[in-house]
């Protein structure tokens, strides 16, 4: 497997609605910083890929006029995944993995603020049986954690516990939309939005843009001090009918992290991207981490969602810590469809 | 109620509102359009003038920020001849779509023909915007109704060659 | 075009018809619904997917015989929703639940109209209301009730 490492990292803050600008004005700072931190001349970089979803724009082939941020001239090669970012990660680094190219520019953004999410999420359900009786995505996850609670034992207070532990940690990170100090028993005394969940278990919506870029083997070591190396990264999905599924474990998720390698070290850091909480204690189960890992330092999915971003934020932010030196080994994971219906693992480390 | 025909299809419509917001290039420009101006922004890297303007230059990818104003005249630089019929459409056809590159501008933009037998359209065509009365004016590019060809010779090929 | 905060916002609807052809094996779902009528299928391997699928989810295996289950079954989990969208099945409170119908080893999604979530609780058994005009989609069942309701 060859050497790919991500140089460098850039992303909006994620504000509940950009009203100023669109989604081109959105992406072309993050990708410039992304760029210029990467140290590789944007000409360069040999493949750009992005991650869109064009229903949050209303409009199809939306990721197409994104392209403007960029600047597709000469012109480059190019793709688009209509999913999280994360997948559009993936996408870059088989490319590099194949030996032809040896850097890529990685990006996403997403305007959930323009639309009614919770609607529009609701038609990447199957069409036949599920998506002709509008369940939106929190009734979704609240099905799920209701199952969790009940055959786990977990309470509704672990999950105002990983609510209230996120946004606190989110005070750090100046991209965060939600950050601050929320009392556990204030939280639990707030009524539900779909039972068993809670506003506070929920995500916020989030408009937001974010940039990476890779390089292989002697380019990472020449352009960055110290690359976040990918050592393991895999994808799992199941199958799609809710009621076909444990919801209550991850098989995806544990069966993507073995393959990435996520056993073969100690973990100093996961970033996961829960947007609820009870999926937080999900994965966490799926990856085999105990309380002794920290999740989510940035503040996670729950501090800010830009949809199509948050994924690749993970991955991101692992990225970061692992470039600074705050972690050795750090877990990134990022998760598309309902009810964690599909997962990605990675594994960063630095030199 | 029969039996006798199986379910081959299901209806499954769906309805979303979304709330666009315009962007700072095109507020801008939409801006200008309620004063009965058209605004474009230029590259700083290559030059290129942008009407209407989306806030970056799709060649360089990089932001647009100083503004130019243009006049409404330009040439047609290609254009069809629509045939067929549409719901949408409030002009009966045939009629004529052209892109229009107004002078000072580098990127030619789509709009309607009119006051002009629709098969005397041509490239190189001369034509100036005829705008709503003043007190329809909004924010919206249907400030500008259609163009119409104006008492000018044909622009020469090469003028626009590098535009079509 | 209207004004926010100083920025300029437009509305914008974006609607599909959509008439989608459901095939053999789906179409032969809704026709037994059309008739209230639930039937899923089995799988080689040996399991009974309700709804029907064309494909075993498990092994890829193209799904056999059809197989009549329900009308009751039994909620495995649920969700109380307190304020309706306007788009869901029921205007009033009501609950999301995965039911498993008598003989089926897997759950379908529906609503359940328990009128308050103290009447909810995994594993109670729950049966489908029918819609008096059904024309087969999944909506012929307008939800499920408690059984003995």
């Avoid at chain 1, 601050?180 to 408009?207: M, N, Q, T, W």
């Avoid at chain 3, 999604?109 to 999944?138: F, N, Q, S």
């Avoid at chain 3, 069942?141 to 059984?147: G, S």
């Amino acid at each position: 497997m060859r050497d790919v490492a991500i140089v460098s990292y850039a992303q909006s803050r994620s504000v509940r609605r950009e009203l100023g600008a669109n989604e081109v004005e959105m992406v072309m700072p993050v990708v410039r910083e992304a760029v210029e931190r990467s140290g590789i001349p944007k000409k360069q970089i040999g493949f750009t890929v992005s991650g869109s979803c064009d229903y949050l724009a209303g409009q199809p082939f939306s990721f197409v006029s994104a392209l403007d941020a960029i600047g597709a001239w000469p012109p480059i090669s190019e793709s688009h995944v209509e999913m999280d970012g994360a997948w559009a990660l993936y996408e870059a680094w088989v490319k590099l993995q194949m030996g032809e190219v040896d850097s890529a520019l990685v990006y996403s953004f997403g305007k959930s603020s323009m639309g009614d999410l919770p609607e529009v999420l609701t038609l990447q359900l199957d069409p036949y049986y599920l998506a002709p009786l509008w369940p939106d995505a929190i009734s979704l996850a609240a099905l799920q954690a209701r199952a969790f609670l009940e055959r786990t034992g977990r309470s509704e207070r672990d999950l105002a516990a990983v609510a209230a532990r996120s946004r606190r940690d989110a005070k750090a990170s100046p991209r965060a939309q939600l950050a601050g100090d929320f009392d556990v028993e204030r939280l639990l005394a707030d009524p539900y939005l779909v039972a068993p969940l809670r506003k506070h278990d929920c995500p916020p919506i989030s408009d937001g843009a974010a940039a990476l870029v890779l390089a292989a083997g002697d380019l990472a070591r020449k352009v960055a001090r110290r690359p976040a190396w990918i050592r393991g990264l895999d994808h799992r999905v199941e199958p799609h009918q809710l009621g076909s599924r444990d919801l209550t474990t991850s098989v995806s998720t544990a069966e993507a992290g073995r393959r990435a390698g996520v056993g073969k070290g100690a973990v100093d850091l996961a970033e996961l991207h829960a947007p609820f909480t009870h999926q937080e204690l999900i994965l966490r189960d799926a990856l085999g981490f105990g309380d002794g890992v920290v999740v989510n330092p940035s503040g996670g999915a729950l501090a800010g969602n830009p949809m199509m971003v948050a994924g690749l934020a993970r991955f991101g932010e692992a990225a970061e810590r692992v470039m600074r030196g705050d972690a050795g080994r750090a877990v990134a994971h990022a998760t598309s469809g309902p009810c964690l219906q599909q997962n990605m693992v990675g594994v960063l480390e630095g030199e | 109620m029969s039996e006798a025909k199986p379910v081959r299809a299901i209806s499954t419509p769906i309805r979303l509102e979304y709330s666009y917001t315009a962007g700072r290039a095109s507020t801008r420009f939409l801006r200008g359009m309620a004063q009965g101006r058209i605004l474009g922004q230029r590259c700083p890297e290559c030059g290129k003038v942008y009407v209407p303007p989306r806030g970056s230059c799709a060649t360089c990818g990089v932001p647009t920020e100083e503004e130019v104003e243009v006049t409404g005249k330009g040439t047609v630089t290609t254009f069809c001849i629509v045939r067929i019929p549409s719901e949408n459409l409030s002009i009966p056809p045939p009629f004529t779509c052209a892109h229009i590159l107004l002078d000072g501008a580098d990127l030619p933009f789509f709009a309607l023909i009119q006051e002009c037998p629709f098969d005397q359209v041509r490239m190189g065509m001369r034509v100036e915007a005829v705008w709503v009365p003043k007190e329809e004016l909004g924010p919206t590019f249907e400030c500008i109704k259609h163009f119409r060809p104006i008492d000018e010779p044909d622009a020469a090929y090469e003028t626009y060659k590098e535009h079509l | 075009m209207a004004e926010e905060q100083g920025r300029l916002t437009k509305t914008h609807v974006l609607e599909y018809p959509y008439k989608r052809s459901v095939g053999p094996v789906l179409g032969r779902f809704f026709t037994g619904l059309r008739a209230r009528r639930i039937e899923g299928v089995r799988a080689p391997a040996g399991a009974v997917i309700v709804p029907p699928l064309e494909y075993d989810f498990a092994t890829g295996a193209a799904t056999g015989d059809f197989v009549s289950v329900g009308p009751g079954g039994v909620v495995t989990t649920w969700a109380w929703v307190m304020a309706p969208r306007p788009k869901h099945p029921l205007d009033r409170p009501f609950a999301w639940a995965l039911i498993r119908l008598d003989g089926a080893d897997t759950a379908m999604l529906h609503a359940v109209d328990a009128g308050t979530p103290e009447r909810m609780r995994t594993e109670m058994r729950v049966v489908p209301r029918w819609r008096d005009e059904r024309v087969g989609h999944i909506r012929d069942i307008v939800c499920f009730e408690p059984e003995g309701a």
